[in-house]
Every structure is written in structure tokens, then in C-alpha cells.
């Protein structure tokens, strides 16, 4: 690919947007398309073009990226726009669905078409400087310039294995934050200063998880974690995920809220 490369990016979410962002400001031919059209506005300004449908953005795309919430969402926005892909096109699947649904999009897809599956590690801060970590599976030599504007890209081999390692890293992540949560509940409950309690964190072996449910400029809403988790349990027994899945989904006022503030609810 170069910089004439017609690119379509379909999901200008809290993630989706950022990404998206800089693939124009890399100056490669742009056409987005959102459920919610209001998101496309700032992007029509700086000359992308604004699709009606996801069959209209992707009909003249070479590399076609979705950045969308979850399995029933790309199920919908995919079989939405799979029959007009043009042989030779790549669909860079970058939503984090699990290898099951990637596997579902694959069949749904044209002969000549090929599938990657670029799950990301980071937040909303991190895609906007292309720090991400991604985790890319399938034959994506050719679209190594576009995924490297978006961070680190760690090869996991063939598709469906970068899904697969992204639902690995996040449920042990999630988890990982609800026990930071009970720590502090527990610490509370011992009457240590949480100053202290953090600074011991950070010097121990907890102290990446503890950077995480501490962390500032991250927006990782509490529903999507609870769809990861949920996603982990429906490919092994895992009674520490079921039960926090519980806990995610126990407040859902707070759906929406970064995934730090079950901190808070424990204590
Ligand atoms: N946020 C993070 O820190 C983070 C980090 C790593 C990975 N991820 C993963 O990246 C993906 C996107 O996350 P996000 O934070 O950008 O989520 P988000 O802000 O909720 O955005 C979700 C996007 O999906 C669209 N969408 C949802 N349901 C749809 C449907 N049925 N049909 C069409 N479009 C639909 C939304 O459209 P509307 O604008 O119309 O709602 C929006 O564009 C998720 O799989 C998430 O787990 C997130």
C-alpha cells in the first residue's frame, strides 16, 4: 500500500475515532461511516469522505478497518457491507470480538478478500498517539504501514490468533483490576493510608495491574469489559471471570463509566 491507498473506517467510537484520526492526518484517502452520524461531522471538515451505509464506504476500499463495540455489532455492520468488497480487498478486524466471531466474519466474506484480526491493548489515550499494542493475525504484510500508525504490532500468526491473545491479555487485565478493588477494600478495612497502600503496589509485582485501576487518562467503559470477560468464559471454565462479570454487571447505572471505578464501588 502507499499513501493513495483508499482506506474506509467504519466505527468512529471512543476508539474507532481517535485511529481514525490518524489515518487522515497520515494523508491517506479517507471515507468513514458511524451508526450515529454525528460522530462523522469533524471528519467530513477535514476532508474525509461521509458514507450513508457501511456498503457505500466500503465499495471503493482497499483496506477497509472496523473499530466497532462487540460481536452482534460487527456481525451487523459486516454482513451490512461484505457482499460489495472488491477481490483483493483487506478487512482489518480491529474490535475486540474473540477468535469464534472472527471466525464467523471470515465465512461471511467474498473469495479474495482477506481477513486480519488486529485486536489493540491501550485506551483512548494511547490511540491517539499511536501507542497501542496490537495483536495481528492473518497475512498483513501488505498493510504493515497502516497498522504501525497505530502503535506496536506484535504477529501472532494466522487469523483469529491476534483475537485469540487480545481475550487472553484483557480478562487477565479485568480481573486483574478487581483484585486491585478488593486489595484496597481490604486495606481500608486494616485502616492503611491508601497513599502507602499505593506506593507499595507500585514497587511489588502488582504494579502494572495497580497502574491500570489507578490509571488517569484511560476511557475502557465498564460494559466493555464486562463483554470481554464475557467473551473469555465462552471458551474455557472460568469461575474468576464468571464472578467478576457478576460484579461489572452488578451497577448498570455505571455501564459506562472507566473500568478504575469499581475501585471505588469496593470500598
Ligand atoms: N475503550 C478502550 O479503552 C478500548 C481499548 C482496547 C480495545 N477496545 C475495544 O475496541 C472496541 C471499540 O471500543 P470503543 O471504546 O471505541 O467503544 P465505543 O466508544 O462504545 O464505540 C463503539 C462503536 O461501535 C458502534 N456500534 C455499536 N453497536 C453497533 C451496531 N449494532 N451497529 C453499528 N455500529 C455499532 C458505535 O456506534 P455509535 O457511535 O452509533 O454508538 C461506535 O462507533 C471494543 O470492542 C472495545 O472492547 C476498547
Redesign the pocket.
Known amino acids: 500500500m502507499d499513501k493513495n491507498t483508499k482506506i474506509a473506517f467504519?466505527?468512529?467510537?471512543?476508539?474507532?475515532?481517535p485511529m481514525a484520526r490518524r489515518v487522515l492526518a497520515a494523508g491517506y484517502p479517507l471515507t468513514v461511516w458511524?451508526?450515529?452520524p454525528g460522530?462523522t461531522e469533524e471528519f467530513a471538515k477535514q476532508g474525509a469522505t461521509v458514507a450513508e451505509s457501511p456498503a457505500d464506504a466500503v465499495r471503493d476500499a482497499e483496506v477497509v478497518v472496523t473499530?466497532?463495540?462487540?460481536p452482534?455489532?460487527v456481525r451487523?455492520?459486516v454482513g451490512a457491507f461484505a457482499s460489495e468488497l472488491r477481490t483483493g480487498t483487506f478487512l482489518i478486524e480491529?474490535?475486540?470480538?474473540g477468535p469464534a466471531a472472527v471466525a464467523e466474519v471470515e465465512k461471511e466474506l467474498p473469495a479474495g478478500v482477506a481477513l486480519i484480526d488486529a485486536?489493540?491493548?491501550?485506551?483512548?489515550d494511547r490511540?491517539a498517539s499511536g501507542e497501542?499494542s496490537l495483536m495481528v493475525g492473518g497475512e498483513a504484510d501488505p498493510v504493515m504501514p497502516l497498522l504501525e500508525l497505530f502503535g506496536t504490532v506484535n504477529r501472532t500468526g494466522a487469523t483469529g490468533t491476534g483475537a485469540a491473545l487480545?481475550l487472553v491479555l484483557?480478562n487477565a487485565v479485568v480481573n486483574g483490576v478487581t483484585v486491585i478493588a478488593e486489595a484496597m477494600a481490604l486495606a481500608d478495612a486494616l485502616g492503611l493510608p491508601e497513599d502507602q497502600v499505593k506506593r507499595a503496589m507500585a514497587a511489588s509485582p502488582l504494579a502494572g495491574i495497580a497502574g491500570r485501576a489507578f490509571a488517569e487518562g484511560?476511557?475502557?467503559?465498564i460494559?466493555?469489559a464486562a463483554?470481554?470477560v464475557a467473551l473469555a468464559a465462552t471458551a474455557a471454565s472460568l469461575p474468576i471471570a464468571t464472578t467478576v462479570h457478576q460484579r461489572l454487571t452488578a451497577h448498570p447505572e455505571a455501564a459506562d463509566e472507566d473500568l478504575s471505578q469499581i475501585v471505588k464501588w469496593s470500598r
Open positions: 467504519l466505527g468512529l467510537g471512543s476508539m474507532g475515532g458511524n451508526r450515529s460522530r473499530m466497532l463495540a462487540d452482534p455489532a451487523e455492520v480491529a474490535s475486540t470480538i485486536p489493540v491493548m491501550g485506551s483512548v490511540a497501542l487480545k484483557i484511560a476511557y475502557f467503559p460494559r466493555l463483554k470481554d
